[in-house]
């Protein structure tokens, strides 16, 4: 069956990166558009970034210039880079292949001093 592993997610200061990873199987990850969403404390779950099979990503204005999504084909592995956080950054990062409704268990990143 299809999963989604997310990892890298944890406790970080403002300021400070991490590197989110998503593995794939169960499924031909290179034809998928993938993408990240988040969920904060008592807010939705939002659309954050998106790489579609080609490698063309986009971003929700909120983390522009700062996550950087990417994906290994080879690995089957999709990334979230993500620089410069801040205390809004704080959420449930979720992998998912959304045209599919594939969705990963999710990894928590906090930032805070």
């Known amino acids: 069956q299809v999963q989604l592993v997310e990892s890298g997610g944890g406790l970080v200061q403002p300021g400070g990166s991490l590197r989110l990873s998503c593995k794939a199987s169960?499924?031909?990850?290179?034809?998928?558009?993938m993408a990240w969403y988040r969920q904060a404390p008592g807010k939705q779950r939002e659309l954050i970034a998106q790489?579609?099979?080609?490698?063309?990503?986009d971003y929700t204005d909120s983390v522009k210039g700062r996550f950087t999504i990417s994906r290994d084909n080879a690995k089957s592995t999709l990334y979230l880079q993500m620089n410069n956080l801040g205390p809004e950054d704080t959420a449930v990062y979720y992998c998912?292949?959304?045209?599919?409704?594939?969705w990963g268990q999710g990894t928590l990143v906090t930032v805070s001093s």
């Open positions: 790489i579609d099979s080609g490698g063309i990503a």
């Open positions: 998912c292949a959304p045209r599919a409704n594939y």
């Open positions: 169960g499924m031909i990850f290179t034809l998928r558009t």
